[in-house]
């Protein structure tokens, strides 16, 4: 069965680097998507992307994040300088009608 | 904007003990409506949605779940719990399927199970 695949599953940085999550997605999916969750509360919608663009983005991803879809089966988040409050659980989705995703990876800021 | 809300944050059932977790939305139109659950240190499997047509939907390992447009409501159950489901529950909503669309999530139930 295709699945969403997320590398790596932990990250730990120092604060004010810049971290890259990456995802693979299913393969024919044309609809990408990234959300966080922090510990203990509700998973968040951070982004979605189509058609090599971005299609909606929450108040949460700023300045400091971008996303990139950098060959035919990467897609990236990149945080450009962390601060501790993006400690949290990052999963990528891919998919239109149902969204599948991926185990995700833990960012600790430090 | 849409919303979910997941009254009860934990709940503990009996293992063989039938379960029902609840789940609210507030959105204007049909929603689309999923059931995830997070297993520890696991991603997000889709259990169940519900686009259209039949108001109770069968998911996956024995849930099911009923949307109740007079509630704006869609509770998942089962009628007998396994340790295995020992997990984190999550409603979501999406408002449409046009274009590249966002899941609202619910603040999630765990779900203990005693054995």
């Known amino acids: 069965e295709p699945e969403v695949t997320q590398t790596p599953s932990h990250q730990v940085t120092q604060m004010g680097q810049e971290v890259i999550l990456r995802c693979v997605p299913i393969?024919?999916?044309?609809?990408f998507y990234w959300y966080r969750q922090i510990l203990g509360q509700k998973v968040e919608f951070l982004v979605s992307?189509?058609?090599?663009?971005?299609?909606?983005k929450s108040e949460i991803f700023d300045d400091q994040f971008s996303v990139e879809r950098p060959d035919g089966s990467n897609f990236t988040l990149k945080i450009r300088s962390t601060k501790l409050e993006d400690s949290a659980m990052y999963f990528c989705a891919s998919g239109k009608n149902i969204q599948y995703f991926g185990a995700g990876t833990r960012l600790s800021v430090l | 904007a849409q919303s979910v809300t997941q009254p009860d944050i934990h709940i503990t059932v009996s293992e063989g003990a039938s379960l029902e977790l609840r789940c609210n939305y507030s959105y204007g139109a049909t929603p689309y409506l999923f059931w995830y659950v997070q297993s520890p240190g696991q991603g997000l499997q889709l259990l169940l949605k519900y686009f259209s047509g039949d108001t109770l939907v069968q998911g996956i390992k024995g849930f099911e779940a009923e949307f109740k447009r007079s509630q704006s409501s869609f509770n998942l159950r089962k009628p007998s719990v396994h340790w295995s489901d020992a997990a984190e529950y999550f409603c979501a909503v999406v408002g449409s399927f046009q274009g590249a669309q966002k899941l609202v999530f619910g603040q999630g139930t765990r779900l203990t199970i005693n054995p």
């Open positions: 992307f189509y058609n090599n663009e971005i299609s909606e």
């Open positions: 393969s024919n999916h044309l609809y």
